[in-house]
């Protein structure tokens, strides 16, 4: 069973940054393509990132783009994601997925596991 931990939520003014981290534990990291998705009160579950088990291929939403970068350190079992030019518009509980893939996805059912969320605050 894999366990997923989200950290590095918080509240930023917007136009700040923030960086989240997601630890994976209960698989070999390197077996699982790795997704953000995030949820805003009231709102469905959208996606934010995606990358490939190797790190090779990264997938980003429109709103992410040129301000969000997906990472991940394979030797320490964990993925990031990097925030920009954060946005009142980006507040949300943001959530790490795992996918037994080699092809990162935005497919939500493509993914088996998810952490608990970490929350993210923007303020204008």
């Known amino acids: 069973q894999v366990q997923l931990v989200e950290s590095g939520g918080g509240l930023v003014q917007a136009g700040g940054s923030l960086r989240l981290s997601c630890a994976a534990s209960?698989?070999?990291?390197?077996?699982?393509?790795m997704g953000w998705f995030r949820r805003a009160p009231g709102e469905e579950r959208e996606f934010v990132a995606a990358?490939?088990?190797?790190?090779?291929?990264?997938y980003y939403s429109d709103s992410a783009k040129g301000r969000f970068t997906i990472s991940r350190d394979n030797a320490k079992n964990t993925v990031y994601l990097e925030m920009n030019s954060l946005k009142p518009e980006d507040t949300a509980v943001y959530y790490c997925a795992a996918a037994r893939v080699a092809v990162p996805t935005s497919t939500t059912t493509m993914y088996a596991y998810w952490g608990q969320g970490t929350q993210v605050t923007v303020s204008s």
């Open positions: 209960g698989a070999i990291f390197s077996t699982l393509s």
């Open positions: 990358i490939s088990r190797m790190g090779v291929t990264k």
